[in-house]
């Protein structure tokens, strides 16, 4: 069977990852140690084996204790080669990663800090890897209105390193439409939009995210196909879904990969792209998403291919290199 080494050779675009999520155990330490930060974990095993996760909110306590080793420039750098390494070794031409200053600031740490550290590695991806990568900022959505708007004013003269903006972390209780003042401001200085929605929650918080904060993309978006005009609506705009299936697994969003609708959302003629999400917590990069998704489901060569073109197609790039891409 030769699709996994199709899977693994197409050129493709990744659009829904978190850098943050993708700070390995081994990095964890090794930074805890660089930094003198205590770990409550004795160890790589012990760590790892923590990583049971029973929904989102159980992953992000993980998630957000892990990520309080980055304290230099230096760490965030690291952090994101040792991504943009990964990627290039799953054929990703192009990389839109998300970060999440909150969970840095809150710590102490300073925005340009963070910022510069993430784009000097994407800098160095384009000479040294020939990956393209771009970062977007996301907001918190279990954290106030007020203090995304705060995020928002010391990441402005850090404003040419970033090109968008997103909405993460837990989702039920926290609508799209808690943060529609901010995402206008957004708008208004030109930023791409994108937001996490239809993870865990309803699909009344994917419409909200197109129609408040006017979404160009959904993270997620698997729970829409419980509303059939919802899913007209994202065909009709060709608003596309960043979909990441072994996340869905481990979070438990559906109890099998095999149960796992990208197919369907496919057949509806939706624009879903794969992606890894998290890749160090849910056990895989993008070519393991692909590999295992198409395993479990069933997929076919033509649906790889349509993804592959998906991925360019929903991206940020400029319309000339799109074409060249696609
Ligand atoms: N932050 C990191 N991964 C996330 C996810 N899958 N959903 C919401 N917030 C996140
Ligand atoms: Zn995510």
């Not at 306590?61 to 990627?87: C, N, P, T």
Request: proline residues 5%.
């Amino acid at each position: 069977d030769r699709l996994p080494e199709l899977l693994r050779r197409m050129p493709k675009a990744e659009l829904h990852i978190h850098i943050e999520g993708s700070l390995e155990p081994e990095l964890i330490f090794q930074l805890a140690r660089r930094n003198g930060v205590s770990l409550p974990y004795a160890n790589v095993e012990e760590l790892r084996k923590a990583y049971a996760f029973t929904n989102l909110q159980s992953f992000l306590d993980i998630y957000y204790a892990g990520a309080s080793v980055l304290l230099k420039e230096q760490d965030f750098h690291d952090m994101a080669w040792a991504y943009l390494r990964r990627a290039q070794a799953d054929n990703v031409l192009h990389a839109e990663i998300f970060f999440d200053p909150q969970t840095h600031t809150a710590r102490g740490v300073s925005m340009e800090t963070v910022v510069r550290g993430l784009h000097s590695a994407c800098e160095r991806a384009r000479t040294e890897l020939g990956v393209q990568a771009s970062l977007i900022l996301c907001f918190l959505r279990h954290l106030s209105e007020a203090d995304a708007f705060e995020t928002l004013e010391q990441a402005l003269p850090l404003r040419d390193r970033f090109i968008g903006v997103g909405l993460d972390s837990s989702e039920v209780g926290h609508p799209p439409e808690k943060f529609a003042r901010v995402f206008a401001r957004c708008r208004e200085l030109g930023l791409h939009i994108v937001a996490h929605a239809g993870e865990e929650g309803p699909p009344a918080y994917v419409w909200q995210a197109l129609d408040i904060l006017k979404a160009e993309r959904i993270d997620h978006g698997v729970q829409s196909p419980k509303d059939p005009a919802l899913v007209r609506r994202l065909a009709q705009d060709r608003i596309p879904l960043t979909v990441c299936p072994l996340s869905n697994l481990k979070l438990c969003v559906f109890p099998q990969l095999a149960d796992h609708n990208l197919g369907r959302l496919l057949d509806a003629g939706l624009v879903a792209t794969v992606n890894s999400d998290d890749p160090a917590y849910f056990g895989g990069y993008l070519n393991d998403n692909f590999i295992q998704t198409f395993a479990a489901t069933g997929l076919t060569a033509p649906q790889a291919w349509q993804l592959a073109r998906n991925s360019f197609e929903a991206s940020f790039v400029d319309a000339a290199a799109k074409r060249r891409y696609v």
